[in-house]
């Protein structure tokens, strides 16, 4: 049974810096497809990063130049590395994987919080 785990999140100031970690359990991170997205009050939840089980990259463009996803598949993890974090960022933030070799996310986490004070 494929699980994934966020933690990492919290509270900062606008312009600081989080780190999300997502632990993988139940399938070998490398074969298979991992991102975040998140979902902010009152809005739906929306595509923020996801790397692809060749690693190829790609953002929502609210993100591009802020925000890294890397993966670490040794240890069945995937990060978000956040910086310049703006209030708007504020959500409750997702790790989520896809089936091997596939592209539609179907594993969930519960999601974590990030909250960013003006």
């Known amino acids: 049974q494929v699980q994934v785990t966020e933690s990492g999140g919290g509270l900062v100031q606008a312009g600081g810096s989080l780190r999300l970690s997502c632990a993988a359990s139940g399938h070998t991170t490398s074969m298979y497809g991992m991102g975040w997205f998140r979902q902010a009050p009152g809005k739906e939840r929306e595509f923020v990063a996801g790397?692809?089980?060749?690693?190829?990259?790609t953002y929502a463009d609210s993100v591009k130049g802020r925000f890294s996803i890397s993966r670490d598949n040794a240890k069945n993890m995937i990060f978000l590395q956040m910086n310049n974090l703006k209030p708007e960022d504020t959500a409750v933030y997702y790790c989520?994987?896809?089936?091997?070799?596939?592209?539609?996310?179907?594993?969930w986490g519960q999601g974590i919080q990030v909250t960013v004070s003006s």
């Open positions: 989520t994987s896809t089936r091997p070799r596939t592209l539609e996310y179907v594993y």
């Open positions: 790397s692809t089980w060749t690693d190829g990259q």
